[in-house]
């Protein structure tokens, strides 16, 4: 069993309280932080090999690093914390039990990036974690952790799963619709108003402070070759013991089900869903696979926000691929051509199928249209709903062929 | 409820105004303040987009934008109570279909609709992550979990 990192507090009664954090060695990472320059905590971070724990598992020191060292204005450090991968709950559990590693996490990413101003994007439909950070940021300032040279705003949003990607985020935050934006310019150019933004995910920022605690080497060797640390996966669907499970990164896919109390229903196991809704399915056999950002690349599918999600043998997976497919109908912003049509159309064939109207020939006409719309879109949501209506049919295209009546 | 022209007090004019200063552009403002307007109009009408739009410079057609991009704002009545229903795939393999039919039945509306005596607008909403305990549903501001029919019933009768 891992070392538990992020979860650490997770037990202690008023863990979200400032007196219960502090009591526990929180805030010595920050008081060790501000006697370090920000190049040197950079550092600190890109040899700790953390990656991104949001969806994407882009390095975080490089990308601290992007920001112009020759920029004088403003600098903004903004938190996604607009949870929303079908599949994923950790960031909730993180906001409300230990609201205080993501400040300290937020004030050490601040001095390393140069910002004075940090913004908490926490989804609508969250209320009480929104409560419990914000009255956490409230503890903050009046210990004065907070207003001496960094400040938090913390922000509602007001449903919109487009919005947890990072230029959907910062048009929302902007106050417009949340549509994504074309990048280049990549947000640590030209972010949030026109500045210079780092986009971290609230994991991500909770693994720095005990990065910069107990040294990058430490953290690296957590996990695997190309990962530092642990992560916190969400296990959800057919297993007996649904919860955030913390371990090494560099753990199976069949270890981590075996922590979740193995498969529920009929106890055997069909497939699973590794890193959330958006990530192509993986069958029954394709589970010794390692839990990390590449192990799942080279599977073919994808960690992203570790959202596992287990089908036992009586599950049905068309109609699992239509609630899928109905959530990217619903959710697509309607900004690029592609992903508007395609998802409305896929949902709709989809759906035919599973009520047991489809023809033989929509399977092969989803996929083409899945393919035709890959790619060509401003951000990955339309990417992310490409994986599971290709990955579905063509793993499972005998339940798919079986309700289709030609 | 909007019959008049809609107006915040003077205490809420100036949460308005210190919202507004957060933001490096005021306009950052517009989604805390359109969930005040609606919690205090209890929704957003077209005159409070207009209001609101006048408290930021902004257009009527630009708040509308927003307005109707984000699922939470309501443009018509709502009711007293929101149930929203997770239909999300997690929730879906912990027999989300069947607590959605439940409360269909039992409220004798689809999603999307209100009961007759404005006591509760019914939702089937995408994921709100607490798959841990599906089937799950947001009851105005609680996450209510691992629900069951009877567990459903309990909770619908407490709603008044």
């Known amino acids: ?406 | 409820m909007t019959a008049s022209a809609p107006q915040f007090s003077a205490e809420q004019l100036a949460e308005v105004r210190r919202l507004q200063g957060l933001y490096p552009d005021r306009r950052g403002a517009l989604l805390p303040v359109l969930h005040m307007a609606q919690d205090t109009f209890g929704y957003v009408s077209l005159e409070v987009e207009e209001y609101v739009a006048g408290l930021f410079g902004l257009s009527a057609a630009h708040v509308h934008e927003v307005v109707t991009f984000y699922t939470l704002f309501f443009q018509q009545p709502k009711g007293r109570h929101v149930v929203a229903v997770c239909h999300n795939l997690s929730c879906h393999l912990a027999g989300a279909p069947e607590i959605l039919a439940h409360v269909k039945a039992r409220l004798g509306i689809e999603p999307g609709e209100t009961t007759e005596d404005g006591r509760i607008t019914f939702q089937a909403v995408e994921c709100l992550c607490a798959c841990e305990a599906a089937p799950m549903a947001q009851i105005d501001d609680r996450y209510e979990l691992n629900l069951t029919r009877e567990k459903v019933d309990q909770l619908l009768e407490a709603l008044r």
Not at chain 1, 47 to 62: D, I, M, V
Not at chain 1, 308 to 323: G, K, R, Y
């Open chain 1, 1 to 406: 069993m891992a070392e538990i990192v992020l979860m650490r507090n997770f037990e202690r009664p008023g863990s979200h309280t400032l007196a219960v954090y502090r009591e526990h060695g929180g805030y010595a990472a920050w008081e060790k932080a501000r006697q370090m320059e920000p190049a040197a905590l950079v550092e600190e971070v890109k040899q700790s090999n953390l990656r991104g724990l949001g969806g994407a598992g882009f390095p975080t020191g490089a990308k601290w690093s992007f920001i112009p060292k020759n920029h004088t204005g403003p600098v903004y450090l903004v938190v996604n914390a607009d949870e929303g991968e079908p599949g994923t709950f950790k960031d909730r559990y993180l906001l409300e039990k230990d609201p205080h590693a993501l400040i300290e996490g937020m004030l050490i990413a601040a001095r390393a990036i140069r910002s004075a101003l940090g913004f908490v994007y926490v989804r609508g439909e969250y209320v009480q974690p929104w409560r419990r950070f914000s009255a956490a940021v409230k503890e903050a300032y009046d210990a004065g952790l907070l207003g001496q040279g960094f400040d938090i705003v913390v922000h509602r949003g007001a449903g919109a799963y487009i919005c947890g990607e990072e230029t959907g985020l910062l048009s929302s935050l902007e106050g417009k619709k949340g549509w994504p934006k074309i990048k280049p310019p990549f947000p640590a150019i030209k972010g949030a108003f026109s500045q210079p933004t780092i986009v971290n995910n609230v994991e991500t920022l909770c693994c720095v402070p005990p990065i910069v605690s107990r040294g990058a080497a430490w953290f690296a060797g957590l996990g695997s070759k190309t990962q530092g640390g642990t992560r916190m996966y969400s296990v959800s669907g057919r297993v007996q013991k649904p919860g955030v499970y913390e371990t090494s990164v560099s753990v199976t896919l069949r270890r981590l089900i075996e922590l979740a109390g193995g498969v529920s229903h009929s106890g055997r196991l069909k497939a699973v869903v590794p890193g959330g809704g958006s990530a192509p399915i993986l069958t029954a056999d394709e589970i010794d696979v390692a839990m990390d950002v590449d192990g799942l690349r080279n599977a073919g599918s994808m960690i992203g926000s570790a959202g596992v999600i287990v089908f036992d043998e009586t599950a049905s997976i068309p109609e699992a691929l239509m609630v899928l497919a109905r959530f990217y109908a619903h959710e697509s912003c309607g900004q690029c051509t592609p992903c508007r049509e395609s998802t409305g159309w896929i949902y709709k064939m989809v759906h035919r199928i599973v009520e047991g109207h489809g023809r033989k020939d929509d399977l092969d006409t989803i996929i083409d249209v899945a393919k035709r719309g890959a790619g060509t879109t401003i951000c990955a949501f339309y990417d992310g709903a490409v994986g599971p209506y290709i990955s579905y049919i063509q793993k499972f295209r005998h339940e798919f062929e079986l309700l289709c009546r030609s």
